[in-house]
T-cell receptor, first 114, second 113 residues
C-alpha cells in the first residue's frame, strides 16, 4: 500500500537558519503530494501541494518539488523564523488506489530558537 | 472562511463508556474523515465517508464506528472506551475533486481513565 516516510525529528534550529525536512513516498499510482503544518494546540492546515512530477509547491517562503525519479518531496525554507515552530507532516493522496484519503508521514517537530 | 468544527476540544471519559465525537463542516464537501494522532505515529485513518450513509474502514477501525446521516455531519463513536483510545482525534473534509486538499478541525483531545 501507499506510505510516507519523513526524516526523524525533532529538529531544532536558530532563527534565519536553512531548513530541510526530508520526505519520501511509496505509491502504486500517481499521487498528489502535500505538506501540512500543525501549530501548537491547533488542527492541521495545508502549507503547500504538488500534483505532478517536477511541480514546485510554495507558500510562506517554504518550497517543495515533486521528484518522481527519487519518489521525494522534501520541504525547504531559506531562513526560518521563531513563528515557524510547529509540527510538519508530509502526505500523499492517490486517487486511483485509495480514493481521496490522505496517507501521512510521522510528522517532524520543528523548534526555532531566537 | 471554510470551517470544520469538532464539538469538543477536551474530553475525559471512563473506561467502558460510550463516547461520541461530533464533526460538522460548512463547505458542502462529499468526503469526511476521522484520524487519530499519536506521537511518533503521525495521523492514522480510522474511518472515512464519501457520501451520506456511506462509510469505509480506514487503517485502524477496531473499537470504533461512525455515522453520517447528513452531508455536513460525521460522528465517531467509541462503543466501549478503553485507555488505549486516549489520543488526539482529528476530523477532516474534502471535496470530490481530484487533487483537492483536506480541511481539518481543531482536534479533540480524549483521555480515557
Amino acid at each position: 500500500g501507499d506510505s510516507v516516510t519523513q526524516m526523524e525529528g525533532p529538529v531544532t534550529l536558530s532563527e534565519e537558519a536553512f531548513l530541510t525536512i526530508n520526505c519520501t513516498y511509496t505509491a502504486t499510482g500517481y499521487p498528489s503530494l502535500f505538506w501540512y503544518v500543525q501549530y501548537p494546540g491547533e488542527g492541521l492546515q495545508l502549507l503547500l501541494k504538488a500534483t505532478k512530477a517536477d511541480d514546485k509547491g510554495s507558500n510562506k517562503g517554504f518550497e517543495a518539488t515533486y521528484r518522481k525519479e527519487t519518489t521525494s518531496f522534501h520541504l525547504e525554507k531559506g531562513s526560518v523564523q521563531v513563528s515557524d515552530s510547529a509540527v510538519y507532516f508530509c502526505a500523499l493522496s492517490d486517487r486511483e488506489t485509495s480514493g481521496s484519503r490522505l496517507t501521512f508521514g510521522e510528522g517532524t517537530q520543528l523548534t526555532v530558537n531566537p | 472562511d471554510v470551517k470544520v468544527t469538532q464539538s469538543s476540544r477536551y474530553l475525559v471519559k471512563r473506561t467502558g463508556e460510550k463516547v461520541f465525537l461530533e464533526c460538522v463542516q460548512d463547505m458542502d464537501h462529499e468526503n469526511m474523515f476521522w484520524y487519530r494522532q499519536d506521537p511518533g505515529l503521525g495521523l492514522r485513518l480510522i474511518y472515512f465517508s464519501y457520501d451520506v450513509k456511506m462509510k469505509e474502514k480506514g487503517d485502524i477501525p477496531e473499537g470504533y464506528s461512525v455515522s453520517r446521516e447528513k452531508k455536513e455531519r460525521f460522528s465517531l463513536i467509541l462503543e466501549s472506551a478503553s485507555t488505549n483510545q486516549t489520543s488526539m482525534y482529528l476530523c477532516a473534509s474534502s471535496s470530490g475533486t481530484l487533487n483537492t486538499e483536506a480541511f481539518f478541525g481543531q482536534g479533540t483531545r480524549l483521555t480515557v481513565v
